[in-house]
């Protein structure tokens, strides 16, 4: 029975993985990099299987045990889908509140339906999630922004080394640069590409916000918070067209919508409040430090759970995780990769400074730049504050990566360099 339905489960998601890859028309600046893009996902996945990490291993374990209660007892299989306990003979665990680990383990005994517990196999659908909600976002660039160059989204999202690694696999990263990717794709269709907002596409933006608040709330905050607020910015562009095209309106505009929206979150819930807020970055801070003595980490001298004490250290904060692990801080691979990565950070950036200053930042709308640039100061502050382990820190940042090297490729000066990538 349990091969019956996985056999089924497998040939359904094979037809509408091979049907949606030829939808995707090929009369386009992206048709060369679709099967490119989702072979280096798969092989990046196949790597991350081969090279398990402890999480995914803990992950992939428990789902197991959900999947046995699902296939023994199925009315106990929901009520744990439901609740935050598992309980089955001498297997136990407890989780309380926003748990994006048991969420993902509800997720795999799902997923186990198809691979039999296969671990490779849950690490492929997962990857090929990410994928195609990177592919969304980048098509969704190409309609809506003809002049920016395409080849800065398909680097971002498909070939930025520590991107592709980290979203692909069993880790909570697929799911977040996935959901959030596809997310956005939508959100930038509807007000800048003319697609029309349709009852089917609403659910699933829906769904996918739900899926990204899931994976980690304030993540999925902060980039709600800025897709919110570029909404409202288009519908007073097109009620008062004349006076909302001014940029320091918009600005105004984003802020007051980001401001508000951050007081109406924290009434909602309490652990957005500030003293909780500013209490629950420390204990991670210094609970991650603890364990990170040992490993290039971040140390900031005499961190107190206040806000003034918060954003004392949110300059160092941002650089750090923009820029650390430098070149040379450890021997080990992934810190060698990590750190040829954030050099052309670093390169990027002050082309991106030049261009700025010179008047060729790109095409892009100045209300989606500056939305964007928020989502990633503020992502980079938040991880830099609550992350001191340089390893867990370059995973953490592959959500906000993308975003942020899109950002730093888009300017005239960058775009020369991908010529074969460009929209013309």
């Known amino acids: 029975m349990r091969v019956l339905v996985a056999i089924g489960l497998n040939s359904a998601l094979l037809v509408a993985l091979v049907c ?20 280096f996902r798969l092989l990046a996945g196949t790597i991350a299987y081969v090279w398990l990490t402890s999480d995914s291993a803990f992950f992939q374990y428990w789902g197991e045990q959900l999947t046995t209660q699902l296939w023994a007892n199925p009315t106990a299989w929901l009520r744990t889908l439901l609740g935050e306990e598992f309980h089955k003979e001498r297997h136990h665990l407890v989780y309380h509140g926003f748990s994006n680990t048991f969420f993902l383990i509800k997720l795999l005994s799902v997923l186990n339906l198809g691979s039999l517990g296969n671990a490779w196999l849950n690490g492929i659908y997962l990857s090929v999630f990410s994928f195609v909600g990177s592919w969304q976002l980048i098509r969704a660039v190409e309609e809506a922004f003809p002049r920016v160059p395409v080849g800065a989204a398909v680097v971002a999202w498909l070939a930025w080394p520590s991107v ?10 697929s799911l977040l640069v996935g959901s959030g990717a596809w997310l956005t794709a939508l959100i930038l269709g509807w007000l800048y590409g003319g697609r029309p907002v349709r009852a089917l596409a ?15 709330f304030f993540f999925a905050g902060l980039l709600l918070g800025g897709l919110i607020s570029l909404l409202v910015v288009r519908l007073v562009q097109r009620f008062f067209a004349g006076a909302a095209q001014h940029r320091l309106i918009q600005l105004l505009i984003i802020q007051l919508v980001l401001v508000g929206g951050t007081r109406l979150a924290a009434e909602v819930l309490p652990v957005l409040r500030i003293n909780k807020f500013t209490n629950q970055l420390s204990n991670n801070y210094y609970q991650l430090l603890r364990a990170s003595q040992s490993r290039p980490h971040i140390e900031y001298a005499d961190l107190k759970p206040t806000l003034e004490s918060m954003l004392s250290y949110v300059p160092k904060a941002i650089v750090s995780t923009i820029t650390r692990p430098w070149l040379g801080e450890d021997k080990q691979l992934l810190y060698i990769v990590a750190g040829l990565e954030n050099l052309a950070l670093v390169a990027l950036t002050g082309v991106a400074f030049i261009a700025l200053v010179r008047q060729r930042p790109g095409y892009l709308p100045f209300a989606l730049v500056v939305v ?3 989502y990633c100061l ?16 370059n995973r953490y940042r592959a959500v906000l990566l993308p975003y942020l090297v899109f950002l730093l490729l888009q300017n005239e000066y960058v ?10």
């Open 20 to 39: 949606w890859l030829r939808r995707q028309p090929h009369a386009s600046a992206l048709r060369w990099a679709l099967l490119p893009g989702l072979g």
């Open 164 to 173: 592709v690694y980290w979203s692909s696999g069993i880790t909570k990263e």
């Open 202 to 216: 609403v659910v699933g933006a829906l769904l996918l916000a739900v899926l990204h608040f899931k994976m980690r």
């Open 372 to 374: 964007l640039v928020l």
């Open 378 to 393: 503020a992502l980079a502050a938040l991880l830099g504050l609550s992350t001191p382990n340089l390893g867990t820190l």
């Open 415 to 424: 775009a020369r360099w991908l010529p074969r990538l460009s929209n013309k």
